[in-house]
């Protein structure tokens, strides 16, 4: 049998094209402070797109840098100062808003703020995708060695944009793991040069998968544009 649109991903995936998931748990929940972080490649390309379904009172942290630099403890001690002096409460939400190294960051200094606070990921890159949606894992390094200190934690909830447009650069991807699977477009480099690890994963598609994706964007206009950071990892 072909499985189409959300049938593909586990509960807390979301094929959320205009952030009707987001907006659904936000009602529900009605967080008292909600904090969006992104790195200064997605506070310009991709912030824009979600700002406008977000409540009075959210408030924004950008990050200085983008990155595997970002995942180190001095990045995610300054987010556990902003959020303390942002006034964020175990009943607040933080919302990550980037490729994989700024979910990592994201997802792990919500779990461990005042032993953990609501959470939601917004991956704009496909190894984002892959990697925040996999696991529930949260990390940063420690001495350049990746992922030394981290956790796992699966968020309230991970939004996911998917953009078929022949106009960028782009390459559908797909990884799937044991019981997940998370499908996505990933910019390729400016000289036209797609990461090799991209190009491993457009090897995993099948026909299920493509089918299913394309009757799900043919049927909710799913596939809109939030935007690709150009990271890579």
């Known amino acids: 049998a072909i499985m189409s649109g959300q049938d593909l991903f586990p509960e807390h995936i979301h094929l959320d094209a205009r952030f009707e998931a987001l907006r659904t748990w936000l009602d529900e929940h009605r967080p008292p402070s909600i904090v969006v972080i992104t790195d200064r490649n997605t506070e310009k390309l991709c912030l824009p797109l979600l700002a406008p379904h977000l409540p009075p009172g959210t408030q ?86 990746k992922n030394r200190i981290g956790t796992f934690h699966t968020p309230d909830g991970i939004s996911i944009r998917l953009v078929p447009n022949p106009d960028i650069a782009a390459a559908l991807a797909a990884d799937k793991r044991p019981g997940q699977v998370c499908i996505g477009f990933a910019l390729e480099t400016d000289n036209g040069r797609q990461n090799a ?25 799913a596939f809109t544009l939030i935007a690709a950071d150009g990271e890579t990892d």
């Open 60 to 145: 924004f942290l950008a990050l200085s840098s983008h990155g595997e630099a970002i995942k180190t403890l001095p990045f995610a001690h300054g987010i556990w100062d902003s959020l303390e002096g942002m006034g964020m409460d175990r009943h607040g939400l933080v919302i990550g808003l980037g490729g994989g190294t700024v979910t990592d960051l994201v997802a792990f200094t919500a779990d461990t703020y005042m032993r953990g606070v609501h959470c939601w990921l917004i991956p704009t890159t496909v190894l984002g995708m892959v990697d925040a949606s996999v696991g529930g894992k949260t990390g940063i390094n420690l001495n350049h060695l």
């Open 197 to 221: 690890r991209d190009k491993r994963r457009r090897k995993n598609l099948d026909a299920i998968v493509l089918n299913g994706i394309d009757s799900f964007g043919a049927e909710s206009g």
